[in-house]
């Protein structure tokens, strides 16, 4: 088969997903209403309230999984490293700690987030995860200029998440019930949780970054032969390197603002994506990570909200025990060439 | 025409301190179209150093390379690349890739932003692999060749991206003994023909006696010695450079003493 055609179908199953993700939920909701809502014709503002919801979650869980795997897929090439994926850097730490903090400092006051409208309090949430990851985005960006060794970047990741999760730990320590079970929501990541007033904000930035990183194509493929033919052939592995952490940083900081530490998704979207289409040329990797990053955030987006489970199972939760199957099975088959 | 002026080799050891190790201080050295110099010395003797320097894979401790009365760090990385092609000791691991597509990496240089092959390049690739002799590895995938194979399609590489100097890392170190026959000889058409420089490492002295123009000859201890083939088999330069406690090179007799 085709790789083009792969991926057409994988629009296609992005699309049932994305109506399926519409329609099943814990409130029914009929075609007519639907389709009242979408011809802006006035409809039960109960129902009309939901659907908003649900486009919301679909749209972000499209731009999330497609920013994630994206990500991953820029720091596997980059450190050469297949387990590399957004938490090895120690980006979405840093977003720990930086709603763990605010977590600590409002819950034990008069400023308590569980005083706030949810809405407020989501976008403090937000602000605060993201300026955690800066500090650590800006150190790692300094210090990969310092060290021609790309492992020593991916182990100096490491140490930020050691570091961060440390501090996370001692802000518990001091923090009440309430901001802990807070804190331990975000953690558990959710991609109903983005303000439908910063929804264009979140798409367009992260539509951005994800077209700038299609400039990276080029030395990308040419890094893949190794640091050393990658300079000989003229690529410039220091601002490569640069621009890969930047990118990847950028997305991994957004996502986990407004969605929480999502796992899984960045590490394995890129290894289904290079087993199923079976190139390693980064024009059509970056597309299918995109196209198949959004089908299984979607995927798991739409198990989060099955019958039964009330609208309430955890993205991290699903994400894990849908993807590594999923992954597991893909290494796993002898594809045809092998298999001679 | 490469020329090295006053180039120490080494490496920094603490960038804050400028302390360094030097490897070899080299005399003035040149390297002229259409020459194939082999670089010769015992593991250990700086062979790829001096190869990853002239490539400005890394920079010298003292002195200039100059490429064509430029100096090497005043050229961008594009015109760079476009000047010295290089083949590195051990071919890169990737998957998922075919041979093809691997020699194809060497029209980079000549690219545009997104990398796309027009006619031309697919011409040049389909040459280089003509001249290399590996029509039959095209189509396989790169990682299931053996080692041998990679490195010709590396060197294929390396003909494509169509420089007029090449700089070779051991290059036939994996290749059975007829395929370096072949290679000498590919080599030797590469000068001769197409009037290109190469230099290359290689511990197989009687293939660089039998094949270069000139040799460079380095010890562990920054020795460094240029001369004819036919001068290193009457000197003592041999006995000096390979010999050992227990290896002794006779020179009457043109082998080691066993």
Redesign the interface.
């Known amino acids: 088969m085709k790789n083009s055609l792969k991926l057409i179908i994988a629009v296609a199953l992005i699309a049932g997903l994305v109506f399926l993700n519409l329609c099943v939920g814990s409130a029914n909701i009929n075609f007519e209403e639907f389709w009242n809502y979408f011809i802006g014709k006035s409809c039960d503002s109960t129902n009309s309230f939901i659907i908003g919801y649900r486009i919301n979650s679909s749209l972000t869980a499209v731009f999330a999984g497609a920013g994630l795997a994206v990500a991953g897929l820029l720091l596997q090439t980059l450190f050469n490293n297949p387990l590399a994926d957004p938490s090895v850097l120690g980006i979405s730490s840093g977003a720990s700690v930086g709603v763990a903090c605010c977590l600590l400092i409002f819950g034990s006051s008069q400023l308590s987030v569980l005083h706030f409208t949810p809405i407020s309090r989501q976008m403090v949430v937000s602000a605060a995860s993201f300026i955690g990851t800066i500090p650590v985005l800006l150190l790692l960006l300094l210090l990969s200029k310092r060290t021609n060794n790309k492992l020593v970047i991916l182990i100096t990741g490491l140490m930020f998440s050691f570091i961060n999760s440390s501090i996370v730990t001692i802000v518990e320590f001091f923090s009440m019930k309430e901001s802990l079970y807070s804190y331990v929501m975000w953690g558990m990541g959710s991609f109903s949780n983005v303000p439908s007033e910063m929804m264009t904000v979140f798409i367009v930035s992260i539509a951005v970054v994800l077209t700038m990183s299609?400039?990276l194509?080029?030395p990308l493929?040419?890094v893949?032969?190794?640091d050393?033919?990658a300079?000989?052939?003229?690529?410039?592995v220091k601002r490569l390197r640069f621009f890969c952490i930047l990118f990847s940083g950028v997305i991994i900081a957004l996502i986990t603002a407004y969605c929480g530490p999502i796992g899984f998704i960045g590490l394995a979207v890129p290894h289904i994506v290079?087993m199923l289409l079976?190139?390693?040329?980064h024009?059509m990797l970056l597309v299918a990570c995109i196209i198949f990053g959004a089908a299984l955030s979607l995927l798991c987006l739409l198990i989060t909200r099955l019958p039964g489970f009330d609208g309430a199972l955890p993205v991290n939760v699903v994400t894990a025990i849908i993807g590594a199957p999923i992954l597991i099975k893909i290494l796993f088959t002898p594809s045809i060439?092998n298999a001679k | 025409m490469i020329t090295l002026k006053g180039v120490s080799t080494g490496y920094k050891i603490n960038k804050s301190q400028k302390s360094c190790r030097i490897v070899h201080s080299l005399p003035d050295l040149k390297i002229n179209a259409g020459e194939m110099i082999c670089l010769i010395g015992m593991n250990g003797s700086g062979k790829s150093t001096l190869i990853?320097t002239i490539?400005?894979?890394q920079t010298p401790l003292n002195g200039s390379v100059y490429i064509d009365d430029a100096n090497v760090n005043s050229l961008?990385?594009?015109a760079?690349?476009?000047k010295?092609?290089?083949v590195?000791s051990t071919p890169?691991d990737?998957?998922?890739?075919t041979a093809n597509?691997?020699v194809a990496?060497?029209r980079?240089?000549y690219?545009g932003?997104?990398?796309k092959l027009n006619e031309i390049d697919y011409n040049i690739v389909t040459a280089s692999i003509h001249d290399i002799g590996i029509e039959k590895l095209s189509d396989k995938?790169f990682s299931e060749l053996s080692d041998g194979e990679k490195q010709k399609v590396?060197i294929a590489k390396t003909l494509c991206?169509q420089t007029p100097y090449i700089m070779m890392d051991e290059p036939m170190a994996f290749l059975d003994y007829s395929s370096r026959i072949e290679m000498s000889k590919l080599l030797q058409m590469l000068t001769s023909k197409m009037n290109k420089a190469v230099l290359l490492s290689t511990h197989n002295l009687e293939l660089a006696i039998e094949m270069a123009d000139k040799l460079w000859v380095m010890n562990t201890s920054g020795g460094f010695v240029e001369c004819t083939p036919g001068k290193l088999l009457t000197s003592s330069l041999l006995a000096d450079y390979f010999g050992s406690d227990t290896a002794n090179w006779l020179t009457q007799h043109f082998r080691f003493e066993k």
């Open positions: 299609f400039f194509i080029k493929n040419a893949l032969l190794g050393n033919y300079a000989n052939l003229g690529v410039n290079r079976k190139t390693s040329d024009a060439k | 990853r490539c400005r894979l961008s990385d594009k760079l690349s476009k010295i092609g290089v590195l890169p990737i998957d998922n890739i597509d691997v990496m060497g980079y240089p690219t932003i997104f990398g995938l590396m991206q």
